[in-house]
């Protein structure tokens, strides 16, 4: 591809969705339904104009990209334009096969979402307003996947804070209504959000300064930069703090539950799929690079602590009583694999780590959706609550045993990869340490099998529950209401057998507005068939993500050797 097509695809990739954000949140609120189908049509068209990145560079492309061609840190595609003279800032945009992954995977995630809003806006704000949020969060996230400069890395970092506040804060928990003392619990969860996240933007903004001004740049492509072994693990100690509380790592991840269980689904699924992933980038991508004899000093402890995290994330899934906070848990455990996988500073855990990211993202996203499915239709999300799934809603109870299984790692499906590696990588790495960490992760592993199956069958076995008896296996509520009325009044018509009228009329009259279809709409099927195509696909063939990955990971290493 023609390097100017391509510097014009990498910033067409941030300026159709924030350009689409503005317009999208300036429609009148009479058009509030084509503004949604508007801003799904804007997020289709930064997916195809992110797919085609790959194919930026025709010397270094796809599978051309090896050692004996590519020197450090050449990206498929890049824009190096002039930013602020004065101090010798530029606008630095390039994407390689570290970032080109969770791209497309935050565009395609976006899109779905999107698209979703169209189907069902959550209460509490107007749809078009929730789908221009998306669009913003999407401009924040990839501009960080694409900042190939320090401080542009920086101010991407931080615009994905203000819109997500907004859609926890506004949109979330609204369906459900307020707490048993009248206070409205997501704008707790979201203030919360926001406060660990400027915690931890202090300490980036701290942290990136100190390398910029005592390395004199802040480009990206002067990595590794000539600073002393105590600078660095100064600034590596800083960023890597900043980074965990993204991630999140434990003991920094207790806004992560909160966030998740008010956010709406839509919120959730950009939350754990890809907003995530912007610390575990910018930990390989800025503080490996940036400072990696900072990284070797602290690998040790970054160790112990992902660990803990698998082991502490699966103990609390298994004593959660609430679908998408068990689910919201369970991420941090998996994202202990990722960050276990950073630590060990080989080449297979950083690509343990970079497969894990994706698989998460995909895994996660979709056991969102469907938590979010469950929760629309029975009006809970307590598991105590919930039970027989599979007897109302066979399919969604289906779908929902193989997003599970996916993510407690099936081999042969996306999770499977990732967090084995990081177990072989910590091997790898040797010593007495990291072979206790392995074994550990290892045993992390069993426990993350034991909270999902437990899920499943509290879920979707046994005998329906009352909220999941209003579920009709059907794809119509309408078609199945008399056969529902039936069974809830005994056959015998309205007022039910031994009975009087009195006293079941207002059940029968509540059917109408409680009863919903067990079976996925064709809008949720839409949303959710990408993301299954992809667990399957990524659980067989890997090299999708991983192609190309070897030179910059092992040019990010060389100055990283432990």
């Known amino acids: 591809m023609n390097p100017d097509v391509s510097a014009v695809l990498l910033v067409a990739v941030l300026a159709v969705p924030g350009l689409g954000a503005l317009a999208v949140a300036l429609l009148p609120a009479a058009r509030d339904r084509q503004a949604r189908v508007l801003g799904t049509v804007i997020a289709a068209v930064t997916l195809a104009v992110a797919v085609p990145l790959r194919w930026g560079s025709a010397e270094f492309g796809w599978f051309a990209y090896t050692p004996s061609q590519a020197p450090p840190l050449v990206p498929w595609a890049l824009v190096d334009l002039p930013w602020v003279p004065a101090l010798d800032l530029r606008f630095q945009l390039g994407v390689d096969a570290i970032s080109y992954p969770l791209v497309v995977l935050t565009a395609l995630l976006t899109l ?19 789908t221009a949020l998306l669009l913003a969060i999407e401009v924040g996230i990839l501009g960080t996947f694409l900042a190939f400069d320090l401080l542009l890395f920086f101010v991407f970092f931080e615009v994905v804070l203000l819109p997500m506040y907004a859609v926890i804060a506004v949109w979330g928990g609204a369906h459900y209504g307020p707490d048993s003392a009248g206070r409205a619990p997501q704008r707790a969860a979201a203030r919360k959000f926001a406060l660990y996240t400027l915690f931890g933007s202090v300490l980036l903004l701290v942290g990136v300064l100190l390398v910029v001004t005592s390395a004199g740049t802040s480009s990206m492509f002067a990595f590794p930069l000539p600073l002393d072994r105590g600078t660095q693990v100064f600034a590596f100690t800083l960023l890597a703090i900043a980074f965990a509380v993204k991630s999140p790592l434990w003991p920094l991840h207790t806004w992560l539950p909160d966030a998740h269980t008010q956010a709406p689904t839509v919120g959730s699924v950009i939350l754990a799929g890809v907003l995530l992933k912007m610390g575990t980038y910018g930990l390989i991508r800025v503080g490996l690079g940036a400072a990696p004899e900072g990284a070797q000093a602290a690998s040790g402890v970054l160790g112990v602590l992902a660990v803990a995290a698998i082991i502490i994330g699966s103990l609390v899934c298994l004593a959660q009583t609430e679908l998408k906070r068990l689910i919201a848990y369970s991420s941090i455990g998996h994202m202990g694999f990722v960050l276990l996988g950073i630590a060990t500073l080989t080449a297979t855990g950083i690509q343990a780590a970079l497969l894990g990211n994706i698989a998460h993202g995909v895994i996660t996203g979709l056991l969102f959706f469907l938590a979010g499915a469950v929760k629309d239709r029975a009006h809970t999300g307590r598991l105590d609550e919930l039970g027989g799934l599979r007897e109302n809603a066979p399919r969604l109870a289906g779908l929902l045993g193989f997003a599970a299984i996916a993510s407690l790692g099936l081999p042969g499906l996306a999770g499977f990869w990732g967090e084995a590696f990081a177990v072989v990588a910590a091997v790898q790495r040797g010593g007495g340490l990291w072979i206790t960490l392995a074994v550990l992760a290892a045993a ?112 990010l290493l060389e100055a990283v050797r432990p």
Do not use: N, Q
Not at 119 to 130: D, E, K
Not at 487 to 501: A, C, K, N, V, W
Not at 517 to 524: I, K, L, Q, S
Not at 540 to 554: E, H, N, Q, R
């Open 112 to 130: 779905l979402c999107c698209g979703y809003t169209v189907w069902r806006v959550p209460p509490g704000g107007p749809g078009r307003l929730l």
């Open 444 to 555: 992390g592993g069993a426990l993350t099998a034991a909270y999902l199956l437990r899920l499943l069958r509290r879920v979707t076995h046994g005998p329906a529950s009352p909220a999941v008896s209003l579920l009709v296996p059907s794809w119509s509520v309408a078609g199945a209401l008399a056969a529902a009325v039936a069974s809830r009044t005994g056959g015998d018509g309205p007022s039910g057998s031994g009975s009087s009228g009195d006293e079941e009329e207002p059940v029968v009259a509540g059917l109408p507005e409680r009863l919903a279809p067990g079976w996925p709409t064709a809008a949720e099927l839409l949303a959710w068939s990408p993301l299954v195509i992809l667990v399957l696909l990524l659980g067989v063939y890997p090299a999708l993500v991983l192609s190309g990955t070897d030179v910059p990971i092992g040019d």
